[in-house]
């Protein structure tokens, strides 16, 4: 049963395989410290490879967490992670772009974030978007593949069209600029992106009902890549000055092509377990980007 699976599982992956247009740039793979810096708990990151590959160690005294050493204002954004294997829950390994000091609560953020399990259950992935201050806009996937047995590349593709959430270049989420229709969209603040390991087991796993083991210490994901290609800004900045100019703001990247779409709409009648556009107890009223995200 398991292989008849994973045969229809690659099948998709090859029929879905072909070329398409706006498909994002190959990631370019660079040290860790090109891009990132550690921002706490310094003795619980590990170096291997030169610093091409990084493990994030999480025990009962505390997780860590590293940052981008420059701001952001749009951009693609990568990174290779393996997620803490075997029994992980109450653990979250997250992966988002922030802007951490906004001013006025106008707060915007991208997340990614991995919710672990209990040994043999799989991985959620969460999403959300913040924008202006206002977030609630959680999606949840089951992943088509054991994210504990190798590195998978998670990115962000973010323009003043749209952003979008891939999984090994499959785009699993896409967020429109709607302003048109009353929604915020993060256009003018600079972002830095973030990554940590940390333990959430009041909520992270089955609403906190499972309890994370600490017998099971220390905790470990990898990382590699740190792939960042994006419009350097100050924090100040409220435009980026190279607009129009990057591969990642050009018209092929203001929406997704029809590939793309099939890839998502199948993420999301295989693998969603919750959109918050289809939840008419928690939102009687549907939002209004969900429409144009084609969420509803």
Not at 12 to 17: D, E, G, P, R, T
Not at 28 to 39: A, M
Not at 94 to 111: G, M, R
Not at 248 to 269: A, G, H, M, N, T
Request: net charge positive; charged share 25%; hydrophobic share 35%.
């Amino acid at each position: 049963m398991a292989s008849s699976f994973w045969t229809v599982c690659v099948s998709f992956l090859v029929l879905a395989s072909g070329v398409m247009s706006a498909a994002p740039k190959t990631a370019v793979d660079v040290p860790f410290s090109r891009n990132y810096q550690v921002t706490w708990a310094y003795d619980h990151v590990k170096y291997f490879n030169g610093g091409n590959q990084i493990e994030l160690l999480l025990d009962k005294y505390t997780g860590t967490g590293f940052q981008s050493k420059d701001h952001y204002l749009f951009g693609h954004f990568s990174m290779d992670i393996k997620m803490v294997p075997a029994d992980s829950a109450g653990t979250v390994t997250a992966f988002y772009v922030s802007v951490l000091s906004s001013q006025n609560n106008e707060h915007d953020e991208i997340d990614f974030e991995f919710l672990g399990n209990r040994t043999g259950q799989p991985y959620i992935l969460q999403t959300n978007v913040f924008t202006g201050g206002k977030g609630d806009r959680e999606q949840r996937i089951f992943l088509w593949f054991d994210p504990t047995k190798a590195y998978h590349k998670y990115s962000v593709l973010w323009n003043m069209y749209q952003i979008v959430f891939f999984v090994d270049n499959i785009p699993i989420r896409v967020f429109k600029n709607s302003k048109d229709l009353g929604v915020k969209f993060p256009f003018n603040q600079p972002m830095k992106i973030y990554s940590s390991l940390w333990n959430a087991d009041d909520w992270a796993t089955r609403g906190g009902l499972e309890k994370t083991d600490w017998s099971k210490a220390p905790f470990i994901a990898g990382y590699k890549g740190f792939h960042i290609d994006g419009c350097d800004a100050s924090m100040n900045d409220k435009y980026c000055k190279t607009q129009g100019k990057r591969w990642w703001d050009q018209k092929e990247y203001e929406d997704l092509d029809s590939d793309q779409y099939k890839r998502l709409k199948w993420v999301r009648q295989k693998w969603t377990i919750y959109n918050y556009c289809t939840d008419r107890k928690r939102f009687p009223k549907m939002a209004p980007e969900c429409k144009r995200d084609r969420d509803a």
